[in-house]
Every structure is written in C-alpha cells, then in structure tokens.
C-alpha cells in the first residue's frame, strides 16, 4: 500500500512566522505535489516536482515555494505566513506516465493568527 | 482556461436512495478523469476514467464519462450514512496535473 505521510496534521503559526511543511512517500513515486484545500474551491495546485531538485509552479505559488532534496520527501514553504494562508494543506504523490492516481496524505490544517 | 465544475454542491438523501453526481470539465489537454472520495482526511482514489461510454463500477458505485460532451457522472445506488462525504472529480492533464472541482458535499440520513 501505498503511503503519505505528513509531518502535522493540526499547525498554529503566527503572521510572519516561516512555515515548513513536510511529506513524505514510500513508494519511490517520482511526481510529488502540494495542494490547498479551502470550502467552496477545492484542491488548487500549488507546486509539482518531476524529480529530485525539480520544481514546477501550480495555479497559486505565490508566497510559497518548496524544496525536494530526495525523492521521498517534498517540502513546502512557507516565507512569511499571513493569514490568508490559512487552509488545509494536501500533499499527493503519483507514478510518473499517462495515466496513474495520485495518492494523499492525511493533510495539516494550518492557521496562521 | 481550464475548469472543473460539480453539480450539486451539496446534497442530502435517505438511506436506501440512489444519488447522481455531475462533473463537467474543460481542459485543454485532457488524459482522464478521476473521482476520489473525501472523509475527514486524505481523499481516497475511486475511478479513473479515460474513455468514453465505458462504465467503471465497483460495488453500489459506477462511474461513467462522455468526452463528447465532456462530462462525468457519479451514480451511488442503496446509499449508506457510511458514503457521506465530499465526492471530488479532477481532470488529469498532459503531464500529471490534476485540475479539482469543488466537489460535492453528500449526506446519508439513517
């Protein structure tokens, strides 16, 4: 079976605060991804990595960034929380090819006060 | 650009019911459409779909895609409180990018 796992599942930061987030999977996945998870909008696509050292911005990077010094692990950053980024985070992990699900972690809600 | 829309955003039935959830998408670069299943945690994988016409089912769930008129359904027959969750549909694109829907927020009353 296949795991994600993630380093909080409850957060409380304060505003200006640097926030790191971490995953990581067992099963040798080269795709990683962070998503945020906000009522009424959905899972929205932070950031992607294809590989180790590799990052791609999704639909709303800005404010974070992320690190993947190896494969099974996939970091988000947060510089300087602000409130607004108040929200459940989702990491995913997938077998790279055409077609193959991503699986998740269990998420961390994070409130930034 | 690419959306991912679900209807209705909530619902609530009786057990027993049959329960039908939409999914429509435009997406440039379509490879398949999933659906997962949210409870109070990671969502968890239900079906992927990449042709059309070809019903996927597993138990009292069955899922089934029209590329044409791009869209998705969701059916549910003989629903149980134990299938009150969000129902998420997402669009994999060129690439491995899924593109969400809000979902649906299902509720089973015993």
């Known amino acids: 079976d296949v795991k994600v796992t993630q380093s909080s599942r409850y957060l409380v930061k304060r505003t200006g605060e640097k926030v790191f987030l971490e995953c990581v999977q067992d099963?040798?996945?080269?795709?990683m991804f962070w998503y945020r998870q906000d009522p009424g909008l959905g899972l929205r696509l932070i950031y992607f990595s294809y590989d180790v050292k590799m990052k791609e911005k999704g639909d709303i990077p800005e404010g974070y960034s992320v690190s993947r010094e190896k494969k099974e692990r996939f970091s988000l950053i947060l510089e300087s929380a602000s409130t607004n980024q108040t929200s459940m985070y989702l990491c995913?992990?997938?077998?790279?090819?055409?077609?193959?699900?991503?699986?998740f972690g269990p998420g961390t809600r994070l409130t930034v006060t | 650009e690419d959306k991912v829309v679900q209807s209705p955003l909530s619902l609530v039935v009786h057990e027993g019911d049959t329960v039908t959830l939409n999914c429509s998408y435009e997406v440039t670069n379509f490879r398949s459409l999933l659906w997962y299943k949210q409870e109070k945690k990671a969502p968890t994988f239900l079906f992927m779909l990449t042709s059309s016409g070809i019903e996927k089912k597993s138990g009292r769930l069955s899922s089934i895609l029209d590329k044409k008129e791009l869209f998705s359904i969701l059916n549910i027959t003989a629903t149980q409180t134990g299938d009150s969750a969000v129902y998420l549909c997402a669009v994999q694109e060129y690439g491995n990018k899924l593109v969400f829907g809000a979902g649906t927020i299902l509720r089973v009353k015993s």
């Open positions: 099963m040798d996945h080269e795709n």
């Open positions: 995913a992990s997938s077998i790279s090819g055409p077609s193959y699900e991503q699986y």
